[in-house]
C-alpha cells in the first residue's frame, strides 16, 4: 500500500533501464577518481559480458556468456565460482532486468548466473534479496521509504539468515543510524547489505544516496557501485545529476547498451532493424511476444 500523501511517480521502463547503467556508471567514475576503481573492474567487465551476450541471445545463455569471456577477457574465467556476492550482483544487473517480471524465473536465472561465479562461501540468498529490489522499482511495486520493509513482506523464507540483517537495517533506519557507523560496525552487514541501507533511507536522491556510499568506500569499495546503480534504477535517467561526471563516449555508450536492452527485452522490435530514439512507455510485462516469457502480469 503507497503511503497517505505520497504521490506515486511511473517512469518508462526504457528510462529506468538508463538509470541504472548510467548511476552504476557515475558510481564507477567516482570511485576511480578516489583510486578504488581495481576492486570492482572484474565485475564490471562482467557486466558488460553479460549485456552483449543477452543482447546476442535474447536472455540468459551462460555457455554463451562464457564464450563471450573467453574471447574478450579470458583471465576472468580464473574467477569462476570465486566471486563474491558483491561482484555478482554487480554482474547480474541487467540480467535482473530481463527477468523482473516473474519472480520463480529471475530467481531461477540468478541461481544459474551464481553457479557460475559464486563462490561456494558467500551468500546466495543476498543475491535473490538484491534481484527482489530491482524487481520491485521496476515493476512498480515499491512505496517510497519502504524498501526493506517490502523485502521482509515478501521474503519466501520467514525464517531465513539473511533476513535478520534486513531487520536489524530497518531497525537502524528508523533510529536514522549513518550508513558509515554501521560499515565500520565489528560485525559490518555486507556490500549489498549497505547499498540496500543507502538507497532506502533517501531512495528519491540519488547524489545523496551516492556520496552517503562513497564515504564508506575504503571499508567496501564495492556499496557504491551498487547503491549507483539502484538509485539510478529508481530514479531513472531523468532523475540523475545534470552533469554526472561522465565523458560524452561513456554517457552515449551506457544510453545504447539501456536502449538496445530495451528494445531487445520487449520483443517488439528487431535490432537489426530499428534505432530506437524515443522513450516508449508500457507497464512491466505488458509488451510482449518474447520467448523469455511465457505468463503476462499485469
Request: proline content about 5%; charged content about 20%.
Amino acid at each position: 500500500m503507497w503511503q497517505r500523501g505520497v504521490k506515486e511517480v511511473r517512469y518508462s521502463l526504457l528510462s529506468r533501464f538508463e538509470g541504472g547503467l548510467l548511476g552504476g556508471a557515475i558510481a564507477a567514475v567516482k570511485l576511480q577518481q578516489r583510486g578504488s576503481a581495481d576492486s570492482i573492474s572484474d565485475a564490471c567487465e562482467l557486466q558488460d559480458s553479460a549485456i552483449a551476450s543477452l543482447l546476442r541471445c535474447g536472455g540468459f545463455d551462460a555457455s554463451d556468456w562464457l564464450a563471450a569471456i573467453a574471447t574478450l577477457s579470458p583471465s576472468l574465467l580464473q574467477r569462476r565460482q570465486k566471486m563474491t556476492a558483491s561482484e555478482v550482483a554487480i554482474a547480474i544487473f541487467p540480467l535482473a532486468f530481463y527477468s523482473h517480471e516473474h519472480r520463480d524465473s529471475l530467481h531461477a536465472r540468478v541461481r544459474e548466473a551464481a553457479g557460475v561465479w559464486l563462490h561456494d562461501g558467500e551468500n546466495l540468498a543476498e543475491l535473490l534479496l538484491w534481484a527482489d529490489a530491482i524487481a520491485l522499482i521496476l515493476r512498480e511495486k515499491l512505496p517510497p521509504n519502504r524498501l526493506l520493509d517490502s523485502l521482509l513482506a515478501s521474503a519466501i523464507d520467514p525464517a531465513a539468515e539473511n533476513l535478520k540483517t534486513l531487520e536489524y537495517l530497518s531497525l537502524q533506519l528508523e533510529r536514522a543510524t549513518p550508513l558509515e557507523a554501521i560499515a565500520r560496525a565489528p560485525e559490518a552487514p555486507s556490500a549489498i547489505a549497505l547499498a540496500l541501507y543507502s538507497f532506502a533511507a533517501t531512495p528519491e536522491a540519488f547524489s545523496l544516496c551516492l556520496d552517503r556510499a562513497l564515504r564508506t568506500s575504503l571499508v567496501s569499495p564495492l556499496a557504491p557501485l551498487l547503491v549507483g546503480a539502484i538509485a539510478g534504477l529508481y530514479n531513472s535517467s531523468s532523475g540523475l545529476p545534470a552533469r554526472p561526471g561522465l565523458d560524452p563516449s561513456q554517457l552515449q555508450h551506457r544510453q545504447q547498451q539501456a536502449r538496445q536492452l530495451f528494445t531487445a527485452w520487449s520483443g517488439s522490435y528487431r535490432l537489426d532493424r530499428w534505432n530506437l530514439n524515443a522513450p516508449v512507455i508500457a507497464g512491466a510485462g505488458m509488451l510482449q511476444a518474447r520467448p523469455s516469457l511465457k505468463i503476462i502480469s499485469h
